[in-house]
């Protein structure tokens, strides 16, 4: 069961690529061309139109810098569209780290106001192979999905995804 925290947020645990919602966020790498982790399970549930569209990006725009995001179709998701922006690396938190994991999030939401979409559900990004640290991460997501939406019309609907019940804590204690 999602548990509720505002009208406007949830925290789910569970697999992002089931998630009912008008996008997805992948936390994808700079080429776009897939990888592990949570990309590497979004391409294999979404199927191959996920990539076709990202080649055709990486063609035109030369793949995704860090902090930046691209929106493709869902595929065979349950979402129409993934949104796929690129975390920074964890580098001990002096090289930019906050500020470009802030932008990830904004540019994310950005797309998904300017084409208007309902529901958008986020992984914890660079929490995974990029190592940035949990507890940092998730008070970064939370901040700023709560001032976009202080702010902005849509997404009407924010859902953070924890994939393990550590986030889930994580996620908890900020969203209290
Ligand atoms: P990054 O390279 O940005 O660190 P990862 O894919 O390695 O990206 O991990 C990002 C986060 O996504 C991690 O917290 C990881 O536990 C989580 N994750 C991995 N698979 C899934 C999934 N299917 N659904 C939701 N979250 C996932």
């Known amino acids: 069961m999602p548990a509720t925290l505002s009208a406007r947020i949830q925290l789910v645990q569970g697999d992002i690529t089931r998630q009912e919602v008008s996008a997805i966020v992948n936390a994808a790498n700079s080429s776009l ?4 982790g949570v990309d590497g399970a979004i391409h294999r549930a979404g199927g191959p139109q996920i990539l076709e569209e990202c080649r055709q990006i990486r063609a035109r725009q030369g793949g995704c810098k860090t902090g930046e995001a691209v929106i493709t179709t869902g595929g065979r998701l349950p979402a129409a569209h993934v949104i796929h922006t690129v975390g920074p690396v964890w580098n001990g938190g002096h090289k930019g780290e906050p500020e470009l994991l802030a932008h990830c999030y ?3 939401l950005r797309l998904a106001e300017e084409k208007s979409l309902a529901s958008v559900a986020f992984p914890g990004i660079s929490t995974g192979i990029y190592g ?4 940092e991460a998730a008070a970064i997501a939370v901040h700023e999905v709560r001032q976009w939406l202080a702010a902005h019309e849509f997404p009407e609907k924010v859902v953070f995804v924890a994939f393990d019940e550590e986030n889930r804590r994580l996620y908890e204690q900020k969203l209290r």
């Not at 940035?132 to 507890?135: L, S």
């Open 33 to 36: 061309l897939g990888g592990g």
């Open 106 to 108: 904004r540019n994310s």
């Open 132 to 135: 940035y640290p949990k507890a």
